[in-house]
Nanobody
Framework: QVQLVESGGDLVQPGGSLRLSCVTS????????MNWYRQAPGKERELVAH????????DYLDSVKGRFTISRDNAKETVYLQMNSLKPEDTAVYYC?????????WGQGTQVTVSS
C-alpha cells in the first residue's frame, strides 16, 4: 500500500519559516520525481516545487523562488520543503506528490497558514 504522509504545517507570522516533510512508503522512492503542490481556498491546485529522482534537478513556482527549497533524502524516503520569508499569499493546503510515468500518488495535505 502506497502512503505519503505530510507534516509540518502550522500557523506562522509573515516573515516566518516552516519545514514540511513527506514520508513515503510502498514505492521505490529513489525512482520517483517528487513534487509539492498547494491549493488555496477557491483556487486551483498549483505546483510549487519539483525535484528529480536523484535530487540533482529542482524547479520552483516563480513566486516562491529564492524563498522555498525542496530537498530529498532517498535513504529516509522523505522529501522536504523548507519555506522561508513566508507571506500571507502562501496560505494553502500543501500536498506531497510522487510521480513516475503513469504512476501518481498523493498525500492527504498539511495546512499552512501565514497570518499575523
Amino acid at each position: 500500500q502506497v502512503q505519503l504522509v505530510e507534516s509540518g504545517g502550522d500557523l506562522v507570522q509573515p516573515g516566518g519559516s516552516l519545514r514540511l516533510s513527506c514520508v513515503t512508503s510502498g514505492i521505490v522512492f529513489r525512482t520517483y520525481a517528487m513534487n509539492w503542490y498547494r491549493q488555496a481556498p477557491g483556487k486551483e491546485r498549483e505546483l510549487v516545487a519539483h525535484i528529480s529522482p536523484a535530487g540533482d534537478s529542482t524547479d520552483y513556482l516563480d513566486s516562491v523562488k529564492g524563498r522555498f527549497t525542496i530537498s530529498r533524502d532517498n535513504a529516509k524516503e522523505t522529501v522536504y520543503l523548507q519555506m522561508n520569508s513566508l507571506k500571507p499569499e502562501d496560505t494553502a493546503v500543501y500536498y506531497c506528490n510522487a510521480n513516475k510515468a503513469l504512476f501518481d500518488y498523493w498525500g492527504q495535505g498539511t495546512q499552512v497558514t501565514v497570518s499575523s
